[in-house]
């Protein structure tokens, strides 16, 4: 939706200015509002009348279009309201500031729109089934592992926040791997995140103060991340879950075959230090739900069917349009980056 709300404010840019070499000549303040309810209408055709200026069937069921939950009175008591405030603004005059205009301008984009782009757009039934398998592949929720795990890091950066090569870091993988050990014989079997805590913490005050700068005991608890076999992007991962590095994965999955959950595995290697890992729960994999799939499917051909007709129309309407543009004026005025 990004990219079409993108060529939208191309086309409400390319309305501000001139086209064809004729000027568009937008009405302002009092004028704009006399054109607004001007015309002569048939007795059939008003609902309401608000201090005299008559409130037409169709601007009621534009209205009542955007909220379709509205019974026929709510649509009108929600016109009626809406004409109120329009005429206390117009007395007040705010029909004449720049946001009514702007207002305006953004009507009359959407109206063009609707009629030469929404409307007209023919949905490529064929498509369907390449935009589901995009869909299945990218919206379910993949086979993953819950665990937690006791780190001793080593340092990734050097006294002056350099990173660390992988062979300048190799003497502190010796130096903290015998760590590992007394933590294995201090945690004595127990293997709960109480126990695992508890070990880090005895590590921190009693036994890594005597080594290198930035090594350090850390518990992560209840990690979700997907099984090493799987692929998947970051984005597709569900609320909660993250991803990690390969060796850490196998290690985890290692303990799953092993069917070794509650136990601690390790000590395994990655480039950040050496783990104890406990696996708590193998995650299965959750497809999407077939309703909400039909839905992304329908809402994403209509999609690339409005942007078919989108892209070259906008082509064909800047063509034919004089556009002069001074983007440091904004920078002056502080509205960049705003």
Same mark, same amino acid.
């Given at each position: 939706?990004?990219?079409?709300?993108?060529?939208?404010?191309?086309?409400?840019?390319?309305?501000?200015?001139? @086209?064809?070499?004729?000027?568009?000549?937008?009405?302002?303040?009092?004028?704009?509002?006399?054109?607004?309810?001007?015309?002569?209408?048939?007795?059939?055709?008003?609902?309401?009348?608000?201090?005299?200026?008559?409130?037409?069937?169709?601007?009621?069921?534009?209205?009542?279009?955007?909220?379709?939950?509205? @019974?026929?009175?709510?649509?009108?008591?929600?016109?009626?309201?809406?004409?109120?405030?329009?005429?206390?603004?117009?007395?007040?005059?705010?029909?004449?500031?720049?946001?009514?205009?702007?207002?305006?301008?953004?009507?009359?984009?959407?109206?063009?729109?609707?009629?030469?782009?929404?409307?007209?757009?023919?949905?490529?039934?064929?498509?369907?089934?390449?935009?589901?398998?995009?869909?299945?592949?990218?919206?379910?929720?993949?086979?993953?592992?819950? *665990?937690?795990?006791?780190?001793?890091?080593?340092?990734?950066?050097?006294?002056?926040?350099?990173?660390?090569?992988?062979?300048?870091?190799?003497?502190?993988?010796?130096?903290?791997?015998?760590?590992?050990?007394?933590?294995?014989? !201090?945690?004595?079997?127990?293997?709960?995140?109480?126990?695992?805590?508890?070990?880090?913490?005895?590590?921190?005050?009693?036994?890594?103060?005597?080594?290198?700068?930035?090594?350090?005991?850390?518990?992560?608890?209840?990690?979700?991340?997907?099984?090493?076999?799987?692929?998947?992007?970051?984005?597709?991962?569900?609320?909660?879950?993250?991803?990690?590095?390969?060796?850490?994965?196998?290690?985890?999955?290692?303990?799953?075959?092993?069917?070794?959950?509650?136990?601690?595995?390790?000590?395994?290697? @990655?480039?950040?230090?050496?783990?104890?890992?406990?696996?708590?729960?193998?995650?299965?994999?959750?497809?999407?739900?077939?309703?909400?799939?039909?839905?992304?499917?329908?809402?994403?051909?209509?999609?690339?069917?409005?942007?078919?007709?989108?892209?070259?129309?906008?082509?064909?309407?800047?063509?034919? *349009?004089?556009?002069?543009?001074?983007?440091?004026?904004?920078? !002056?005025?502080?509205?960049?980056?705003?």
């Amino acid at each position: 939706m990004r990219v079409v709300r993108l060529v939208f404010f191309v086309v409400a840019g390319m309305l501000w200015s001139c @086209t064809g070499g004729e000027e568009v000549v937008h009405p302002e303040g009092d004028e704009a509002w006399e054109m607004a309810h001007a015309g002569l209408v048939g007795a059939e055709g008003v609902v309401a009348t608000v201090e005299g200026v008559p409130l037409l069937r169709a601007d009621v069921e534009l209205l009542w279009g955007s909220q379709p939950e509205w @019974t026929a009175e709510e649509a009108l008591e929600a016109a009626v309201e809406r004409e109120v405030l329009a005429q206390e603004a117009r007395r007040r005059g705010y029909h004449d500031r720049p946001e009514a205009k702007f207002g305006r301008k953004q009507g009359l984009v959407q109206a063009l729109l609707r009629e030469e782009v929404e409307e007209s757009a023919r949905v490529q039934e064929e498509r369907a089934e390449r935009i589901e398998a995009i869909a299945r592949a990218r919206r379910r929720a993949p086979e993953g592992i819950r *665990a937690s795990h006791l780190v001793v890091l080593v340092p990734q950066e050097d006294d002056e926040g350099r990173r660390l090569s992988s062979e300048a870091k190799e003497p502190f993988f010796d130096e903290v791997r015998a760590v590992m050990d007394v933590a294995v014989e !201090r945690l004595g079997g127990r293997a709960d995140d109480d126990a695992l805590r508890e070990v880090a913490a005895w590590l921190n005050e009693e036994v890594l103060p005597d080594f290198s700068e930035g090594v350090e005991a850390v518990v992560n608890e209840h990690l979700r991340f997907p099984r090493p076999g799987e692929r998947v992007q970051p984005d597709q991962l569900p609320s909660g879950w993250t991803q990690v590095v390969r060796p850490f994965g196998e290690a985890a999955d290692e303990a799953v075959e092993e069917g070794k959950l509650g136990e601690l595995m390790g000590p395994a290697r @990655t480039e950040f230090g050496w783990h104890l890992i406990r696996v708590d729960e193998v995650l299965p994999e959750q497809e999407v739900d077939p309703e909400a799939l039909q839905e992304f499917v329908e809402s994403q051909l209509l999609l690339e069917a409005q942007m078919e007709k989108l892209r070259p129309a906008v082509e064909r309407w800047m063509s034919g *349009a004089r556009v002069e543009m001074y983007p440091e004026r904004l920078e !002056r005025s502080g509205v960049e980056g705003y």
